[in-house]
């Protein structure tokens, strides 16, 4: 049974350009999180998706913005590149948009770093 | 707002020795508390988790927690560690929006095991 697998695993851009993270959720859920975890810092949460579309979203500027496809897979976009975007980026999928019982299960991340 | 405070940003344990992570939040109701565990180059791994009942709670890998209403806290403790239990430590919680997903985690403790 994978996990939560996220690609790429490193990620090297230049500021001003545009990325695109990857994460495919657990077999049989169908809750997307994204996660921002700079150097030193706890995890802070994006936003959420669920049935293709953004359910709460964090304290994020427009320049971040996602997708959920409908095998439940999602992607997270980040225009205009900060050197402050540099961080661990984390997906995290489960069950139960409307609970906590069903726990996150998070990928190992993709590490973004802007030059 | 919720907030969660891990006062100690780093701890050093002999092996064998008995380990206390403490953690504080902030919530106006009955939370939503989780310890998730972080290893190097590695997404999180929840430990345990609160939501109600009994305060003290057993979880993975020998850990357990206690939830203190009267002191705000929810600290981490296991008898004896391990070398293996070296790792980055988070507690989060759940930001009572009653919708899953969105976690409000602390600033982390790294733990050092001595041999």
């Known amino acids: 049974d994978a996990g939560v697998t996220q690609s790429p695993t490193h990620l090297i851009k230049t500021r001003g350009q545009q990325v695109t993270l990857r994460c495919s959720p657990k077999?049989?859920?169908?809750?997307v999180s994204w996660y921002q975890q700079a150097l030193g810092q706890g995890p802070q949460f994006i936003f959420q998706?669920?049935?293709?579309?953004?359910?709460q979203r964090g304290n994020f500027p427009d320049r971040f913005s996602g997708h959920q496809f409908p095998n439940y897979s999602s992607e997270l976009n980040v225009n205009a590149l900060l050197l402050g975007d540099s961080a661990l980026y984390l997906c995290?999928?489960?069950?139960?948009?409307?609970?906590?019982?069903?726990?996150?299960?998070f990928g190992n991340g993709t590490r973004l770093t802007v030059t | 707002a919720q907030s969660v405070t891990q006062p100690d940003i780093h701890i050093t344990v002999s092996e064998g020795a008995s380990l206390e992570l403490r953690c504080n939040y902030s919530?106006?109701?009955?939370?939503?508390l989780f310890w998730y565990v972080q290893s190097p180059g590695q997404g999180l791994q929840l430990l345990l988790k609160?939501?109600?009942?009994?305060?003290l709670v057993q979880g993975i890998k020998g850990f357990e927690a206690e939830f203190k209403r009267s002191q705000s806290s929810f600290n981490l403790r296991k008898p004896s560690v391990h070398w293996s239990d070296a790792a980055e430590y988070f507690c989060?919680?759940?930001?009572?929006?009653?919708?899953?997903?969105?976690?409000?985690f602390g600033q982390g403790t790294e733990l050092s095991v001595k041999p």
């Open positions: 995290a999928s489960s069950l139960d948009l409307l609970s906590y019982n069903s726990p996150l299960h």
């Open positions: 077999s049989g859920h169908d809750t």
């Open positions: 998706y669920y049935e293709e579309e953004e359910r």
């Open positions: 919530y106006g109701a009955t939370p939503y």
């Open positions: 609160y939501f109600s009942g009994d305060t």
């Open positions: 989060a919680v759940g930001d009572g929006s009653n919708q899953g997903g969105k976690l409000i």
